[in-house]
C-alpha cells in the first residue's frame, strides 16, 4: 500500500511528461574522487525527491526513505546539478515548452527592478 502511494506521489511530482524535459538535462554521473558511495541512482528518483524536498519545505535530513534515496545523495546531487546549471536550463526548457503550446500568457508577466545609488567613499 504504501509504495503505491509513493508511486502516486512520484508521479504527481515528476510527470513522465516533465521527466521527459529534464532527462536529457541532467550531467552524466561522475563517481566521487575519494571514493564510497559510487553505486549508481536512479536519476528520476534521485530528481523526484529533490522536487519533494523543494516543493515540501523539509529538510534534507528529513527526505521520507521511501524515495529509494538518502538524503546525502539527494543535497549530493542538488549541489552537482546547480553547478551545472541545470536548474536554469530547465526553467528555460519549460519556458520554450510551455510557449509554444501557447499555455504562456505574457499579459500577466511582472517585471521588477531597483536602482540605487552607489555611495562614495566607506560612508
Request: hydrophobic share 45%.
Amino acid at each position: 500500500m504504501i509504495s503505491v502511494l509513493v508511486d502516486r506521489l512520484s508521479l504527481r511530482l515528476v510527470p513522465d511528461e516533465l521527466w521527459e524535459l529534464v532527462e536529457p538535462l541532467l550531467p552524466g554521473f561522475e563517481s566521487r574522487p575519494q571514493g564510497g558511495g559510487t553505486a549508481v541512482v536512479d536519476a528520476r528518483s534521485v530528481f523526484t525527491a529533490i522536487v519533494y524536498v523543494l516543493t515540501s519545505g523539509c529538510a534534507w535530513r528529513d527526505l521520507p526513505p521511501s524515495f529509494g534515496v538518502s538524503f546525502q545523495t539527494a543535497h549530493r546531487r542538488f549541489t552537482q546539478w546547480t553547478r551545472a546549471g541545470l536548474w536554469r536550463d530547465l526553467h528555460r526548457v519549460l519556458l520554450d515548452e510551455l510557449g509554444s503550446r501557447g499555455l504562456l500568457d505574457w499579459s500577466r508577466a511582472i517585471v521588477d527592478g531597483a536602482c540605487v545609488r552607489a555611495k562614495k567613499g566607506d560612508r
